[in-house]
Every structure is written in structure tokens, then in C-alpha cells.
């Protein structure tokens, strides 16, 4: 059983309020993602990191930033919350390895609702 | 680019009967296939994934994949649905240059009793 646990889990806020998701997992993994989920849709990637200070920007654009000053550790933070930022956050971590392709371990989620 | 295609958004099927949730992907290089399955509420639970070899893979929970590179599909099957099984299911590819994953839209599955 996969640990990765992101809290809140579910956040309803007022506009322009700042607001920060945690993520932590405790296996190790050096790679750490944020997805975005639209209800009913698909999961986009908004960030990823490949370690302790990496940060990289995913396929969709996302006005919230990243940190990892820890390896455990992958928040996200929204400055100013806005009602288009209403949707389900998604985290996620895998192990480096020299496999091929390393499968990535889901947290259960942040539903964010923004008035 | 990678892409994946889920094409039917939701399925209904009775319990007890057979299910095959359809995956196409469009990706340059030997794809690297996964299915994940989301109860209401809850984050993606891995059902099973393809990197190479048999092109039929097992899983949990009683669910199989079939790899099929000239039809780039990869199916899900099971072949007796139970209720518990209704959920949301994702099929997607990874891309082994920075261990990314795209995701299809998903199949909704709803289970009749």
C-alpha cells in the first residue's frame, strides 16, 4: 500500500484568498507530481519535481507554484484563489530507478471549491 | 506528442456480465500502458500496466489487458462485473523520457444490480 497523503481533503474559500495543498509521502520517492481534475475529466499535469529543489512546470498551465525543500514534502500554493481554480488536485510520487518507466503512486486528493 | 483515447465516457453494464472498457494511444516508441480505476471521491488505484512481453497482462481485483501494437489499443476486460466495481477508469501511457503519464477522459462504469 502506497503512503502519499495530501490534506486538506476537501477546502471550500472565498476569492482571493491564499490557500496551500500538502502532499507528503513517506517512501522515499525522489519525484513528486501535481495533477488537476476537472469534474469528469481527465487528469492534466500541472507540476512535477525531480528532487529536492527541482520544480518544472507540467503540460497545463497553472497559476499555483511549487516548493520542495523536502524530499517528503511537494505543496502547492495558490496566491489569490480564484473560482476557475474550483476542480480536484491530485498528487503523486515515484521512485528513480533505472527501469524503464517507474509507476507513479496516487494520493487521495484536495477537492477545492473557490466562491 | 502522446495522446490517449478513451471513446465511450460511460458504460453500463449489468452485474454478472462481461465487460471490455476500449483504449486507443497514439505514442512514437514502445508504449509504457496503464489502467487505473477512481472510486467516487478517492485518488487512482493502479489495476494493472504493460511495459513489455506477454501482451496480455493480469491484474487486481480480477481485471486483464490486452496490448495490441497494430490496433495501438489497449482494452480492459473482465469477464463477471460485480457492483463494487463501478467507478471511474483511466486508461494512459507513459513517457519514459521524464516518467510522465497522459491520461485518456476516462469510462464511467455504472453497474446494474
Redesign the interface.
Known sequence: EADIY?TP?YLVIGTGKKITLECSQTMGHD?MYWYQQDP??????IH?SYGVNSTEKG?LSSESTVSRIRTEHFPLTLESARPSHTSQY?C?S?QSSER??????????T?LTVL | AQSVTQPDIHITVSEGASLELRCNYSYGATPYLFWYVQSPGQGLQLLLKYFSGDTLVQGIKGFEAEFKRSQSSFNLRKPSVHWSDAAEYFCAVGDNAGNMLTFGGGTRLMVKP
Open positions: 495530501q481533503r519525484k469528469g475529466m481527465e487528469l492534466h499535469l512535477y503540460d491530485l503523486a515515484s524503464a518507466f517507474d509507476e507513479q503512486f496516487f494520493g487521495p486528493g477537492r
